[in-house]
């Protein structure tokens, strides 16, 4: 697929002219700062941002950093399977003309080999590292406390579990024991989870920590901030602690739960 087939499939899918500029500009850069993007879309740079800003709002592009060092990063093209996902439900050609796009795209996609990490700030930046683990493709490892979970977005977690267990997405946790970890527990068959508990004395949990794909995902409740990490090696790292913690918490968990009943 030749560059002017691209811009009219992008278009098509309902991106503006100087959106596609951007996006493509940055998939041939993997990140850059705005001035860069700008003079390789050959748009001015107070323009840039504003389409920038656009396109992380479709969550095509990531911000990292803040000014003066702010940088963007490009997304996998598969996003753009999300940012249509509405519109396919009403018309399933756009997921036809997706599928041909993304793997052209992901030819010109400039992906950096090293670590990236994102920092979200605010109720608004903890849902957003939570909406990324829907993405993964794997049963998710977490350690959480569920009352920090209630109390900090009460209104939002009753609706993510629901939606991690539509997308067929399960998750094996280590809990904190508590009364509302309990409580959670009782619908791991329905939500999807294995649970184990253990000591809340010994062992509270603050942050939460979820690991999935090549990512893990920080949760601080206190500091109202989501951090994400997407490494291979740091999570391959993560994902064997959890696995060494797991063995012993599944242990621990007939102690607890025992002693509870």
Known sequence: MNRDKLFTALETIGLSNREVRVYLALLELGQATAARVARLAGINRTTAYDILGSLASKRLVTPLGKEPKQEYRSESPDHLIKFQKERIKRDENYLVVIEDLVPE????????????????????GLRHVYEDTLSSHETIRAFASVEDTNAGLPDYFPKYYNRRTAAGISIRAIFPHTKEADERSARDRVEMRESVHVPRDKYSFSPEINIYDNKVMIASWKEKMGITIESKEISGAMKKIFELAWSEAKRLDKETRGSSN
């Open 105 to 124: 795209l992901k030819s010109i996609h400039a992906v950096a080999d090293k670590p990236v990490v994102r920092f979200y700030e605010g109720e608004d």
